[in-house]
């Protein structure tokens, strides 16, 4: 291994790094740590915990072009439904 060694040679390494595409998207940020996960907390009843998703952009079928699933999260039952954007669907 050889070590080399020249007058600027910090200088010229910065701006090395700082034009590289692949050192710029491998080069961590100091942060601070996130802190400790928490779980969620378990619903004492179905339906108290729910997620609801509109899928939209759809190609048209039948007039309808947005769909939406709800999912009951302590049951994993999940329900959809079909929308048209004119139903009060919104980007």
């Given at each position: ?38 779980l ?39 329900s ?12």
């Open positions: 291994m050889k070590n080399y060694w020249w007058l600027g040679i910090s200088k010229y390494v910065l701006s090395y790094v700082d034009g590289c595409d692949v050192c710029l998207r491998g080069k961590s940020f100091p942060e601070m740590p996130a802190g400790k996960l928490m969620n907390p378990i619903p004492n009843a179905p339906w108290m915990d729910i997620s609801v998703d509109f899928i939209m952009g759809l190609p048209e079928v039948q007039g309808y072009d947005a769909v939406r699933v709800t999912l009951v999260n302590i049951l994993k039952q999940t959809s439904r079909l929308y048209k954007k004119s139903q009060g669907c919104v980007n």
